[in-house]
C-alpha cells in the first residue's frame, strides 16, 4: 500500500506549488476525485526510492460558506485519509488566526503534521519563522516552493514520518 501525504493550508500559502515540487515536472494524476478534482486531487510521488501519494488540497477556511465550506470539508477528508499531513503556512506573514484554527482541526485528526514555513526564498527570512513556533506543530520546515529551497529537507522529514 502506497503512504499518503495530505498538503493543506489556508488559500494562498503555495500548496499547490509545493505539490508541483514534490511531484517534479511530471504533474502525473494518479486520480481525480470524481466531481471535486480541483479540491482534492492525488499524485503519484517518490523521493529516496520511496513511493507515496502526495494530495493537494484547496484552501482551508474555517466557517466557511457554500463552495468555501466544500473545499474545506474536502481538505478535512485528506486529512482523515492520509499516514502524514504537510501544513503549509506562509512563513512570510508569520501565524494567523486561521492558521491557528488549522491546527485545531489538525488535533482533531491525530495524524503526525508538519509545519512548512513556505516562502522563504532566502536565508535572510528564515530568522522569520521562529514565529511559527507557537502553533505548537514544533519546528517549522522553511521551504521556497517556489525556488526549491529545503524541500529535499521537508520531504526526508516526510518520509521519517511515514
Ligand atoms: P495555494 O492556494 O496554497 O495552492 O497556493 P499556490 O501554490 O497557488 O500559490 C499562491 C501564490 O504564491 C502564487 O502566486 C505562487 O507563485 C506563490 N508562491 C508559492 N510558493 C512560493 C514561494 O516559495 N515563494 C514565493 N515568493 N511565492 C510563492
Ligand atoms: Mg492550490
Not at 484547496?58 to 501544513?87: H, L, M, N, S
Amino acid at each position: 500500500l502506497v503512504p499518503v501525504v495530505a498538503v493543506v493550508g489556508r488559500p494562498n500559502v503555495g500548496k499547490s506549488t509545493l505539490v508541483n515540487r514534490i511531484i517534479g515536472r511530471r504533474q502525473a494524476v494518479v486520480e481525480d476525485i470524481p466531481g471535486v478534482t480541483r479540491d482534492r486531487v492525488a499524485y503519484d510521488a517518490q523521493w529516496s526510492g520511496r513511493r507515496f501519494t502526495v494530495v493537494d488540497t484547496g484552501g482551508w477556511e474555517p466557517d466557511a460558506k457554500d463552495r468555501a465550506a466544500r473545499i474545506a470539508a474536502q481538505a478535512e477528508i485528506a486529512v482523515a485519509t492520509a499516514d502524514v499531513v504537510v501544513f503549509v503556512v506562509d512563513g512570510v506573514v508569520g501565524p494567523t488566526d486561521v492558521d491557528e484554527a488549522a491546527v485545531r482541526m489538525l488535533r482533531r485528526g491525530g495524524k503526525p503534521v508538519l509545519l512548512v514555513a513556505n516562502k522563504i526564498d532566502s536565508s535572510r527570512q528564515e530568522p522569520e519563522v521562529a514565529a511559527l513556533w507557537s502553533l505548537g506543530l514544533g519546528e517549522p520546515y522553511p521551504v521556497s516552493a517556489l525556488h526549491g529551497r529545503g524541500s529535499g529537507d521537508l520531504l526526508d522529514a516526510v518520509l521519517a514520518a511515514l
